[in-house]
């Protein structure tokens, strides 16, 4: 496959002209027209550029990639990323915000999905696209069996805030929700199931006496990146020779 295309199916799969983003996504370096082998990640670090050197990848795609709409000086420890992906004919392709919100590939689509919830619908409105969502369980529940239940199918609950409520709606937003606090509480839900807690949503979500629940940033924003590999597997195997994810969980 020629890069030029992959980034024309990327550009149109997720929006990406279309979606407002501190991130700047799409090809942030580039490095090979032909492309054979494609990385995915959730960040780039010097421990994932070195498993794309070793695998021989020309693109490397990631949720958190290297610039973030301001001005950047490329010196140590980013000279020394920068470097190796240009040395290696590496590039690096950054899809931020759009693959939070994509509805069929995205992060909130991934934890809903692992949630098993039903009813569907916008938690936050972000110009026009939404920005994670809510879901009905197939029943009300105890805080309990929810916190069972998420810890086995997505990961180690980091932090969690309980309230006595028996949960029925569930609201879903990957990452750190701390710029959408206030669209996030405007709406109507039982329990919050989130990347990262800050001091300012503890409060929030104790007034609005919900429960809440924080797998980590990482490991709620992984499931995308997954997603997204297994689409082009399925789509455009004939135009890959082959495709690997690489794990690096931060823990946070």
Do not use: C
């Amino acid at each position: 496959m020629k890069l030029k295309k992959l980034d024309s199916i990327l550009k149109e799969l997720f929006q990406i002209d279309k979606i407002k983003d501190p991130s700047l996504n799409g090809i942030q370096i580039e490095g090979s027209t032909e492309i054979s082998n494609l990385g995915f990640a959730v960040d780039v670090n010097d421990y994932i550029i070195e498993k794309t050197i070793e695998n021989n990848i020309d693109v490397l795609i990631v949720h958190h990639g290297l610039f973030w709409g301001k001005e950047y000086r490329i010196k140590g420890v980013m000279k020394n990323r920068v470097k190796k992906l240009l040395e290696n004919d590496i590039t690096l392709y950054a899809i931020h915000l759009p693959l939070d919100i994509h509805e069929e590939l995205g992060n909130n689509r991934y934890l809903y999905d692992k949630m098993d919830l039903r009813n569907r619908e916008m938690l936050v409105d972000f110009g026009g696209f939404p920005m994670g969502f809510i879901g009905h369980l197939p029943n009300k529940t105890k805080y309990s069996k929810i916190e069972n239940y998420v810890e086995k199918e997505i990961g180690e609950i980091k932090h969690k805030i309980v309230s006595h409520k028996m949960i029925e709606k569930v609201g879903i937003l990957s990452g750190d929700p701390k710029s959408m606090l206030d669209g996030i509480f405007e709406a109507d839900f039982d329990l919050l199931l989130s990347g990262e807690v800050t001091h300012e949503i503890y409060f929030r979500v104790l007034e609005k006496d919900i429960s809440a629940v924080f797998v980590g940033h990482y490991r709620s924003e992984v499931g995308g990146v997954k997603l997204l590999q297994n689409y082009i597997e399925k789509n455009y195997r004939s135009e890959i020779d082959n495709t690997y994810f690489f794990e690096f969980d931060s823990g946070l």
